[in-house]
């Protein structure tokens, strides 16, 4: 049996529509109760968000065929969640958006993604990756402690939110 690697790219405008359908429908597929609110921000305004702004991207996993298997995104971390906040000195990026199609999932995808971001994150040089995740995500905590994050915060309330970092320097 032969195993196909997907090739991992930074999406360009080219990619745009693809990348905004293909994160919009695995959202909506894992998280179907933020479908209410529509699109997030950052899939509507994706070329400013992703293309456009310093420290920012948006890497896809592709297949041999240019089928999109998965994708996630980096964007420069705010300091607007209270249990989440770092230092001047200690820039971080957010990891978000890492949706892998069902075909996909458990097979590397992910993984392949994850260090393609962390990459990107040391490059632009920022210090810390963090992201939130959901412990109703089944997986999603255990995936993210193999990829090297270590849990800092969790929120007690409905959403279950996971607050994860790791050191990238």
């Not at 429908?25 to 509507?44: H, I, K």
């Not at 070329?47 to 964007?75: D, K, M, N």
């Not at 971080?92 to 994850?114: D, F, H, N, P, Q």
């Not at 412990?135 to 929120?155: P, S």
Request: with cysteine.
């Amino acid at each position: 049996m032969t195993v196909v690697s997907p090739v991992i790219i930074q999406a360009r405008e080219e990619h745009i529509a693809d990348a905004v359908a293909f994160a919009a429908l695995v959202r909506e597929e894992v998280m179907p109760m933020f479908a209410v609110n529509g699109m997030s921000p950052d899939l509507v305004n994706f070329s400013e968000h992703y293309l456009h702004q310093e420290g920012a991207g948006f890497f896809l996993a592709l297949s041999e065929r240019g089928e999109i298997w998965g994708c996630i995104g980096v964007q420069p971390y705010d300091n607007r969640i209270e249990t989440a906040k770092y230092e001047a000195n200690r820039p971080a990026a957010e990891i978000v958006k890492c949706y892998v199609a069902a075909s996909s999932r458990r097979s590397g995808v992910g993984s392949l993604l994850t260090a393609e971001a962390k990459r990107f994150i040391a490059e632009q040089g920022y210090s810390v990756a963090y992201l939130h995740t959901h412990r109703f995500l089944k997986g999603a905590v255990d995936f993210w402690q193999r990829q090297g994050f270590a849990i800092t915060a969790e929120d007690q309330d409905e959403w279950q939110t996971v607050h994860m970092d790791a050191s990238v320097k």
